[in-house]
């Protein structure tokens, strides 16, 4: 018989392996990791830092909100992102580690 910690320590396991996958694109390392930095951004904003296209921008941000990795407001004719995950913090500052190591080797 299975108990009730053993179900949702699956359930967690399952809902981490989400987030991870949410996660795995190069390009949203990128946006979470501006994110991370600045707290809240507008789409506009992550484009201009990420010098990535608009419409590649959005369908990152949509991804990540769909597992709530993100959240969003809109302010009049913008919408502006932050991130909402403990998960999504801990990926971003590992990433920036890395790369502040890279760095500071070349």
Not at 71 to 81: F, G, I, K, N, T
Request: proline share 3%; aromatic share 6%; net charge positive.
């Amino acid at each position: 018989m299975i108990s009730k910690n053993e179900l949702r320590y699956g359930d967690l396991a399952e809902e981490m392996a989400e987030d991870l996958r949410a996660l795995g694109h190069p390009q949203r390392i990128r946006i979470i990791d501006e994110l991370r930095l600045q707290g809240e951004l507008t789409v506009s904003e992550l484009v201009r830092r990420t010098r990535l296209p608009q419409p590649v921008v959005s369908l990152h941000l949509s991804k990540m909100k769909a597992t709530h990795l993100v959240l969003s407001r809109r302010e009049a004719r913008q919408v502006v992102y932050w991130l909402s995950t403990e998960i999504a913090f801990v990926v971003a500052e590992c990433f920036r580690r890395k790369y502040e190591a890279a760095a500071a080797t070349r």
